[in-house]
Structure formats: structure tokens, C-alpha cells
């Protein structure tokens, strides 16, 4: 009986293991959290400016995670620290990292239950989702809202609306891009859900800090429809200590579309690098039929650009002159 059991256990194992290994084989870069603002199509652009001898990748707004995707994917970093002060967001990553097949149930069950009466049921989980801030509801939101963003009220409650044109992604991809980002990440990496300068504290010479403040750059305007918007005064001051301690780090800031230029002026004490990446056009600009190309822009800092040996960092314009674990 013992033999049989330990017979079935092992066999059991096997089928998990080539169930992670098939998927993981067969899968291109996963993302399964749609995530508004996600830098998933220029992750390989921002990634030579990250050396190879990085000991940690730190995402202080980590959103849906692209570039620690995209970095673990091609085998380049192999720890993260990912942090957002979004906690349902990062209970969405707790489970994918730690409880995966729970996940997927239940969003698989979510998305067929929902056909034939769309708007109420989104509507009926969207109201789930504010009560118990279930890391389920949030992904199937996210697969369902208007442009996968994320909009908060006064009351802070999540009141984003259905998009009729987007059905969420089919549970069989979702489980495969789930199961890929589990393999890819779940023993690499420490969460956390905290004030980002509480993140930064964690960081050493020997890492690379990626910075993508919420709502900032290309927005045109503040608003209190979000989460979280950055005291810009607070957060140049974490810059200057981030270059005080020689932590090497890279900034996505601002940028342009068409004749439109949403630039900041960064002080020319810190002394950044400027490139210009092309993003191609975004959703929005698809929706409004417009063919204008959006333009990000990277700021390196000096300590990074001395990492990659002073290499010449080619611009496409002139420099710009100006819940988890508790953080000791």
C-alpha cells in the first residue's frame, strides 16, 4: 500500500512538473496581468542598459512587471524585488507566484460565467472585488475594464468601466502565461506593498533600480482618479540619495507624441543620461485613428552608465538639461 502511494506521488509529481516544463517551453514572454501603462513592447529596448553582472532587478512601481519579466525570461538577472503600494495588485502577484492553480480555477470560472450577461456580471464582481480586494476578481477586471487601467474613487474603490470590445483573455492562454510567469519568478523573487522610498532602502550598489512613477510624464495633468501620484519634490530627493549611495538606476519619466512634448525639467545636478525610445503608437492613439508615434524617455544615472563602462549611450534627442514582508 506504502509502494503504491509513493508510486502515485511520484507519478503525480511528474505530470506537474512536465505540466510547468510543457508550458513553460511552449510560451513566449508571458504577461498575464493586463496592465495599462505596462512597458512590455520596450522592455527589450531598456534592457542593454541593465549589465550583466546585476545582482538584483528592484521595481519600486511594478505594475505588471515587464521589464523583470523580460529580464528573468532571457535568463539575464535572477532576483527581484517587486513592490507596488496597489496591495490587491500584489496579492495578484503573491498568487501567481504562490498559488497559481487556485487562480486559474477561479478566473476560469469567473470568465464562463460571465457570458450572456456581461455588463451585470462584471458590474456584480467589480463590486466583489471592492468588498474582499480578492486577487481573482482583480485579474478578471483587469481582462474585462476600459484599456486594462486602473481607476480608483474618492472613497477608494475600484469604479472602472467594462469594455464591451474586450472579451478577457481565454482562460486556456491565461493558464499557460500564469503558469510560465510562476515558473519564471516564484523562487526569485520578494514582494512587497509599501511606500516606494521604504523599497529603495533595500537597494545596494549591486543592483539595478528600475523607476516607472505612476501618472507621471506622459499624463498631461494629475488626477485623483488614481491610486497613487508621486510628490515630485519627495521623489527628486530619493534621486539625489540614489546617486549618493552609487546605486545604479534607470528613470522612464516622459516623453512625447506627435508634436505633443510631456517633459519634466529634472535637475542637471543628477546628473542623467537622456535616451529617447520609440513605443509605436498607444491605444489610445489606435482608438482615435491616429497614426502619431509615441516617444518614451530613459534617464540613466551616472552610476549605471559607469557600470556599462562609460559606453556611448546613442540618444535620439539632445540631452535634457535639467501585506508582505514589513521593511525594518
Keep these: 500500500m506504502i509502494a503504491l502511494v ?23 514572454i508571458p504577461h498575464p496581468i493586463p496592465y495599462q501603462g505596462s512597458k512590455r ?16 532587478l528592484i521595481e519600486p512601481f511594478v505594475g505588471s512587471g515587464a521589464l523583470s519579466i523580460y529580464m528573468a525570461y532571457h535568463h539575464i538577472i535572477h532576483q527581484f524585488i517587486l513592490n507596488d503600494i496597489n496591495a490587491p495588485l500584489i496579492h495578484l502577484w503573491d498568487s501567481i507566484l504562490s498559488d497559481p492553480i487556485r487562480l486559474i480555477k477561479t478566473y476560469t470560472l469567473l ?27 482583480l485579474l478578471y ?3 474585462r475594464c476600459v484599456k486594462a487601467s486602473v481607476r480608483y474613487n474618492a472613497d477608494g474603490h475600484f469604479n472602472q468601466s467594462l469594455d464591451n470590445r474586450r472579451k478577457g483573455k481565454h482562460p486556456e492562454t491565461m493558464r499557460r502565461e500564469i503558469m510560465a510567469l510562476h515558473q519564471l519568478l516564484h523562487n526569485k523573487t520578494r514582494l512587497y506593498s509599501q511606500d516606494y522610498v521604504r523599497v529603495l532602502q533595500l537597494a545596494t550598489p549591486d543592483d539595478v533600480v528600475y523607476l516607472d512613477p505612476p501618472y507621471v510624464g506622459l499624463a498631461q495633468k494629475r488626477t485623483s482618479r488614481y491610486l497613487q501620484t508621486i510628490d515630485e519634490a519627495r521623489f527628486l530627493k530619493q534621486l539625489e540619495w540614489l546617486n549618493d549611495k552609487h546605486i545604479p538606476f534607470i528613470l522612464s519619466y516622459d516623453g512625447r507624441t506627435g508634436q505633443n512634448q510631456f517633459h519634466h525639467q529634472l535637475p542637471e545636478t543628477l546628473n542623467l543620461t537622456y535616451v529617447e525610445l520609440e513605443a509605436g503608437r498607444s491605444s489610445q492613439q489606435t482608438l482615435l485613428g491616429r497614426n502619431e508615434i509615441t516617444y518614451e524617455s530613459l534617464y540613466l544615472s551616472p552610476s549605471l552608465i559607469k557600470k556599462l ?3 556611448i549611450i546613442p540618444t535620439q534627442s539632445p540631452r535634457q538639461l535639467s501585506l508582505f514582508e514589513e521593511i525594518a
Excluded: C
Excluded at 522592455?43 to 538584483?56: G, M, V, Y
Design 41 to 56: 513592447h520596450l522592455a527589450k529596448k531598456i534592457a542593454p542598459f541593465i549589465p550583466a553582472n546585476t545582482h538584483r
Design 309 to 311: 563602462n562609460n559606453a
Design 6 to 28: 509513493s508510486s502515485m506521488v511520484m507519478r503525480w509529481s511528474w505530470m506537474v512538473a512536465r505540466l510547468f516544463n510543457e508550458d513553460f517551453l511552449k510560451m513566449t
Design 111 to 137: 470568465w464562463h460565467n460571465q457570458h450572456g450577461r456581461e455588463r451585470r456580471y462584471y458590474d456584480l464582481i467589480r463590486t466583489r472585488f471592492n468588498q474582499t480586494h480578492a486577487p481573482y476578481y
Design 141 to 143: 477586471l483587469l481582462a
